[in-house]
């Protein structure tokens, strides 16, 4: 079974791009947490740190943008990317 044919058999399955790397979700909603989680795994409470989440190519409009807290993003099912930067809380 070739890797298209495997992923039209899982149709729950969406792979996006956090910091560069590949990474499947299982829903096409993805939230702040989810993608914090990704690139900074436990983090995402830490009071010592602050996170920008910012994506493009999704699902929905707008397809770009700046994800906050608490929000979610509908991904496509392949290639919406996510771009985390961590600040250090001072």
């Known amino acids: 079974m070739s890797l298209e044919e ?3 058999v899982q149709p729950d399955r ?5 910091d560069t790397v590949e990474h499947t979700v299982h829903d096409a909603s993805v939230s702040w947490k989810q993608v914090v989680d990704i690139a900074y795994p436990g983090q995402d ?4 740190y602050v996170f920008k989440v910012q994506y493009e ?3 929905g409009h707008p397809k770009s943008g700046t ?3 608490g929000e979610h993003v ?3 099912r392949r290639g919406t990317t996510f771009s ?3 600040s250090v809380v001072s």
């Open 6 to 8: 495997a992923r039209q």
């Open 14 to 18: 969406f792979e996006i791009i956090v």
């Open 45 to 48: 409470d830490d009071p010592a």
């Open 57 to 59: 190519d999704a699902a």
């Open 67 to 69: 994800l906050l807290k």
């Open 74 to 76: 509908t991904v496509e």
């Open 84 to 86: 985390v930067l961590r």
